[in-house]
T-cell receptor, first 113, second 112 residues
């Protein structure tokens, strides 16, 4: 199963776009990339996922490079409430009748007023 | 109802106690999960239930005993825990094993 690498921390000014990178250079062709965030002492919150194509929803956009070795989560207009730890996850291969989430170590995003 | 609920929010227990954590969802999800999260670390998978049957046990010590009485409810029974078992215990559910997981708020467990 692929591993993910993320920068440990980032700052972003309120109202600006936050671009969170993730490296998953060993990802295989059928492994999806998921993003979750965890606000202090709460459960992780699903944001978005994708396989090959770029994806957008009401929370964020996900840009996956053509070789699929890295991706970027974009929060278009960061607010103070977006301050959280963001996890890039590769959904691993089908094992024992399920898919496992392979969590990265997370990026602690701080949105500054 | 679009959430996963967990009770209790906080639990303090001694090493000789028996306690249980409860997780509930009413979204019709057929896969449910237990994770353990230590401070400043990502969650670690413990157990996966699919259609009320245990499909994955990530070599978790037997002092943790999961139970899935029905499709909406997941329990984690705790017995003879160690202080190093103190952590945030997270429950998650998904429509089935191929869909995204939705997490509950967690139970913060302290073993004294």
């Amino acid at each position: 199963d692929a591993k993910t690498t993320q920068p440990p921390s980032m700052d972003c000014a309120e109202g600006r776009a936050a671009n969170l990178p993730c490296n998953h250079s060993t990802i295989s062709g059928n492994e999806y990339v998921y993003w979750y965030r965890q606000i202090h002492s709460q459960g992780p919150q699903y944001i978005i996922h994708g396989l090959k194509n770029n994806e957008t929803n009401e929370m964020a956009s996900l840009i996956i490079t053509e070789d699929r070795k890295s991706s970027t989560l974009i929060l278009p207009h960061a607010t103070l409430r977006d301050t959280a730890v963001y996890y890039c996850i590769v959904r691993g291969s089908w094992t024992s009748g399920t898919y496992k989430y392979i969590f990265g170590t997370g990026t602690r995003l701080k949105v500054l007023a | 109802d679009t959430e996963v609920t967990q009770t209790p929010k906080h639990l303090v227990m001694g090493m000789t106690n028996k306690k249980s954590l409860k997780c509930e969802q009413h979204m019709g999800h057929r896969a449910m999960y237990w994770y353990k999260q230590k401070a400043k670390k990502p969650p670690e998978l413990m157990f996966v239930y699919s259609y009320e049957k245990l499909s994955i046990n990530e070599s978790v010590p037997s002092r943790f005993s999961p139970e899935c009485p029905n499709s909406s409810l997941l329990n984690l029974h705790l017995h003879a825990l160690q202080p190093e078992d103190s952590a945030l215990y997270l429950c998650a559910s998904s429509l089935d094993r191929t869909y995204e997981q939705y997490f509950g708020p967690g139970t913060r467990l302290t073993v004294t």
